[in-house]
């Protein structure tokens, strides 16, 4: 065996190593995949449970968040009306105005009797 025959038998040797190592590699890569499928099924399967009951419970949280909201627009209404009511009643000519020009007009009568006896 000449020196050819080495070379090749270390050439060889050298792509058996080489081709030993990519399967080793791919057979960890394969398995770390498997796992990883693994952990993202689990992941799926805790975290589905908990997407459901965060709905159910926004749903359970927006019932009494839209009786307040029916509560304030009724409150805003009457407030509406008071303050329309009010506004009628100490406008110009209103019976606000009315009762204060007599009162003022029956407290000066009042005043100028007290003073003629």
Known sequence: MGPGGIATIIASVSLLVIAV???YAVIRLSRLI???KVSLKVFT???T????ESTRTVELVNGPLE???????NVESVSDKI???TGDFVSKGGPAVKALGF???AA???KKRGKKK
């Open 21 to 23: 190592a990519i399967g």
């Open 34 to 36: 498997d796992e990883a």
């Open 45 to 47: 399967d805790e975290t």
């Open 49 to 52: 449970p908990l997407i459901k």
């Open 67 to 73: 009786s307040i909201n029916k509560i304030t627009k």
């Open 83 to 85: 303050a329309g009511a």
């Open 103 to 105: 009162l003022a007009s």
């Open 108 to 110: 000066s009568a009042s």
